[in-house]
């Protein structure tokens, strides 16, 4: 487990919530920047594999706004790994999420996917406004599981 002071701790949360992101997602962020666009995209792959996990266990011990939170992490890094593999391009902000799962459920002509990404972003939103039911978060994050799977089968298209 890392350990960070508290008020190095509060100063990188502040910016990664600036930047739209969890403190979560914002240490891997900093991480894959590491990385050759091929070791990222797995990087991220595997990154997002586990935040769907930890949302899994946030939700089992109760933590909503974590459940929720790691959800919609998952789901963006499985985006961001999507695009460093199929373009090695980097995405950066929620806009550019947004527009790149745009772009490829009209390339697909899988609506399912928007509707898939509208769960993940609901998610993200619900870690500021704590309005989701247990139920609700348990149902997306079957969602999410099943976003990434569709990602996946996107990669060698």
Do not use: C
Request: hydrophobic share 40%.
């Amino acid at each position: 487990m890392l350990s960070i002071p508290e008020k190095i701790y509060r100063k990188m949360k502040k910016i990664a919530e600036n930047q739209g992101m969890s403190i979560e997602e914002y240490i891997l962020s900093l991480t894959a920047e590491s990385l050759d666009p091929e070791s990222r995209a797995g990087f991220y792959w595997e990154a997002s594999v586990e935040l769907l996990k930890q949302a899994e266990r946030e939700l089992s011990k109760g933590d909503l706004r974590q459940a929720s939170e790691k959800t919609w992490g998952a789901a963006a890094l499985a985006v961001k790994a999507l695009a460093y593999e199929r373009e090695g391009k980097r995405l950066a902000s929620h806009g550019e999420l947004w527009k790149y799962v745009s772009d490829l459920a009209s390339e697909t002509n899988d609506r399912e996917l928007r509707l898939l990404w509208r769960t993940a972003v609901s998610m993200h939103v619900n870690f500021y406004e704590n309005w989701a039911t247990r139920d609700d978060i348990e149902d997306s994050i079957k969602n999410i599981e099943r976003f990434i799977k569709k990602l996946k089968n996107f990669r060698t298209k």
